[in-house]
């Protein structure tokens, strides 16, 4: 399949000109990708410290603003604890890693399909939007540890794609830091490579490729291990590590490097080749990856007003017992997946559940209808 005997080109060419992919490179499908790493990098970091949060405010506290230490596990269950918003942004992370997991594996089918037609400057645009998506889901699988292993089976679909996404990583990354050992240029026609212009593996293995492999996919199965393998109390160190080390470096190299690349694009800049066409349109191509960002915050939007409505209708979530490290993470996770309990309470509700279901209250109005079991439980008394 991955041949192009039939496929005539001038493999001598230097600096030829290339001929605009809005598909691969368009200005739209850049920035989809670049944002979406972006907005996944802050909100992991935020999901791990809301995790955190006992330890962080005890340390703040002890260190910085030298206050007595206020215990938070315990805390009731509103808009305003960081149980509540634990939740909500583990969801929206995990949103947000899917949709970028997907389309790294879309745009990657797409260049292979492509491979006897594309250049190697396109071909190396689509290595660095693949590098940008192993970002996102290394920082949901660490931010989220707890959660996968708790839920090996739901997640079972997720950790397949992840690897398939890395195996094509692979092998794209094998040709777009590899192809200047045999004279290609950027302008090149990917399938030259194809025909016969095929580096050495040792030799593409020392340079950027090995340094990838490395980092990406050991990266990624360290993580595996350490879910599935390791015990944590035995080995925190290394939680830690994972944690606050090797994902922070991970994420800023892939940010860094790829900008770097995509700045030499003609969507963010000049392209460090001549190309024939435009890709800085706007069109439907362009619209419909950015537009689609907006699906994890509408999930999130939406996510935020169905736990809201939970703690006004009286049902309560659990507290996490007192502890000296932080949140519990079994206790989180368990929170992150499953629904809460109802606590019922002697008093008759049903003249209440009545008017609730008869007026059908919006997200705006649905604070003001606060069981007597309940009192404090809407943003509005806080």
């Known amino acids: ?10 493999c001598s060419v230097q600096n030829g000109v290339v001929a605009a992919n809005p598909d691969i490179a368009g200005i739209g499908v850049i920035i989809s990708f670049l944002v979406t790493t972006c907005l996944a990098f802050v909100l992991a970091f935020v999901v791990m410290s809301l995790e955190r949060y006992n330890e962080i405010d005890a340390f703040v506290r002890k ?40 389309t790294g594996m879309a745009i990657q089918f797409t260049a292979l399909l492509e491979h006897c037609e594309i250049s190697v400057y396109h071909f190396k645009i689509v290595t660095e939007l693949a590098f940008l998506t192993t970002v996102t889901h290394l920082l949901a699988l ?30 794209t990354s094998y040709i777009a830091y590899s192809y200047t050992l045999v004279g290609l240029r950027d302008s090149s026609s990917l399938a030259c490579f194809y025909q016969g212009h095929r580096p050495h593996f040792k030799a593409a293995f020392a340079g ?6 490395v980092g990406a996919i050991g990266g990624h199965i360290s993580v595996f291990i350490a879910m599935y393998f390791l015990d944590d109390h035995k080995a925190g ?15 800023i190299y892939g940010l860094v490097f790829a900008t770097i690349v995509l700045r030499r694009t003609q969507a963010l800049g ?19 990856p950015v537009l689609l960002l907006a699906l994890p915050l509408l999930a999130g939007w939406e996510s935020f007003w169905e736990e809201n409505d939970e703690v006004a209708k009286g049902h309560k979530h659990f507290s996490l017992p007192k502890i000296h490290s932080g949140s519990n993470p079994q206790e989180m996770t368990n929170f992150l ?9 002697s008093i008759d509700n049903s003249a209440l559940e009545a008017t609730i279901e008869s007026h059908r209250p919006s997200p705006v109005t649905s604070p003001d209808l606060r069981p007597t079991s309940s009192p404090r439980c809407s943003p509005r008394n806080l």
């Not at 160190?237 to 994420?251: E, F, K």
């Open 337 to 345: 997946s499953k629904r809460p309990t109802v606590e019922h309470n």
């Open 270 to 288: 000049t392209a460090s080749v001549n190309i024939d066409g435009s890709e800085k349109e706007w069109g439907f191509g362009q619209f419909l």
């Open 142 to 171: 660490v931010a989220l540890r707890n959660y996968f292993v708790e839920n090996k089976w739901v997640n079972l679909p997720r950790v397949i794609f992840m690897f398939t996404n890395l195996g094509l990583l692979a092998y």
């Open 237 to 251: 160190w290394w939680s830690t590590i994972r944690n606050w080390v090797v994902a922070p470096i991970y994420a």
């Open 63 to 102: 260190y910085i603003t030298k206050k007595a230490a206020v215990d938070y596990s315990v805390e009731p269950y509103t808009w305003r604890s960081h149980k509540f918003w634990f939740r909500i942004l583990g969801k929206n992370l995990m949103a947000f890693s899917d949709t970028q997991l997907l």
């Open 1 to 10: 399949m991955l041949s192009c005997k039939n496929y005539h080109t001038n």
């Open 208 to 213: 950027r490729w090995g340094a990838l492999l």
